[in-house]
């Protein structure tokens, strides 16, 4: 495998082209974020075993399902996001027959095939600086920040997670050759 960029790294062949986009890779974070979500998983054991063993009143039970509910989303919301910088990746393949797309957890994710003939405008797009958007997409918490994009069939497609853009152009330039190659 070729490697372009930070996360990126390719595997090129007359009939293929395989394109493989790891998550940033910062230690301290995904340490600090596991603490985080190993307290926020104690919280709801503590809450839920609370619900159960102490004597409340109907106003606190009420309170507490409340917490829960949002206590769940937030679960779900990290956990995710948390297991994509652990053991996520973006796979892209490119063949003679479509540009497929695969947004993986361990080995598990679906495969889309998008044919050349319906992808339209595909570009790159980073966000400024200092601007809101920036800052919230720089976030470990966010799992999206897709920096590619291209309209199917009306719809728009994301992918490239928190590319930075150097590596964005590298990509972008080994797509459009590729998808120029392949569909001929």
Not at 53 to 66: D, N, S, T
Not at 132 to 149: L, N, T
Request: charge should be positive; glycine fraction near 6%; proline fraction near 2%.
């Amino acid at each position: 495998m070729k490697k372009i960029g930070d996360r990126i790294s390719f595997e090129d062949s007359k009939f293929k082209t395989t394109v493989v986009i790891i998550p940033e890779r910062n230690h301290f974070v995904n340490m600090l974020m596991g603490a985080w979500l190993g307290m926020w998983y104690c919280i709801g054991a503590v809450v839920i075993w609370s619900l159960f063993h102490l004597v409340l009143l109907e106003q606190e039970r009420i309170i507490l399902y409340i917490f829960l509910v949002f206590w769940c989303y937030y679960a779900f919301r990290i956990s995710k996001s948390y297991l994509w910088l652990l053991f996520g990746k973006e796979l892209l393949k490119l063949n003679k027959d479509a540009f497929f797309i695969k947004k993986s957890f361990f080995r598990y994710g679906k495969l889309t095939p998008y044919y050349y003939d319906n992808i339209a405008d595909l570009h790159f797009e980073i966000p400024e600086g200092r601007t809101i958007q920036a800052i919230w997409e720089s976030s470990p918490w966010v799992s999206g920040g897709e920096r590619f994009e291209f309209e199917y069939f009306g719809k728009v497609k994301k992918f490239g997670r928190k590319l930075n853009q150097r590596d964005s152009k590298l990509l972008s330039n080994l797509l459009i050759s590729k998808i120029k190659s392949f569909s001929k």
